[in-house]
Nanobody, 119 residues
Framework: QVQLVESGGGLVQAGGSLRLSCAAS????????MGWFRQAPGKEREFVAA????????YYADSVKGRFTISRDNAKKMVYLQMNSLKPEDTAVYYC????????????WGQGTQVTVSS
């Protein structure tokens, strides 16, 4: 089992920045990749960014490319999402997720953290 706890959400003005953190615990040594997803009110959850646990290969949704940066600290079992140049449309609950590589999809999820960007 893997447990994920997000933090760092809040209210920020458009153009501002926030850094989300995700603390992982449990059997993290076998994790293949970590990801961030978000869900806005009335919309489906969407992919934001992901990073492989060992090689650190990162990839992003087109909507955040160039503004968001995902990173990880293997020793601390932490994953971060640095969000710059925030827009009102980035407002959502952001979720951290872990893919163990067994199912081919993300099989562990955090509880989410709210990000609100005011115009």
């Amino acid at each position: 089992q893997v447990q994920l706890v997000e933090s760092g959400g809040g209210l920020v003005q458009a153009g501002g920045s926030l850094r989300l953190s995700c603390a992982a615990s449990g059997r993290t040594s076998s994790m293949y990749r970590m990801g961030w997803f978000r869900q806005a009110p009335g919309k489906e959850r969407e992919f934001v960014a992901a990073i492989t646990w060992s090689g650190g290969y990162a990839y992003y949704a087109d909507s955040v490319k160039g503004r968001f940066t995902i990173s990880r600290d293997n020793a601390k079992k932490m994953v971060y999402l640095q969000m710059n140049s925030l827009k009102p449309e980035d407002t959502a609950v952001y979720y951290c997720a872990a893919d163990s590589g067994i199912l081919g999809s993300y099989d562990y999820w955090g509880q989410g953290t709210q990000v609100t960007v005011s115009s």
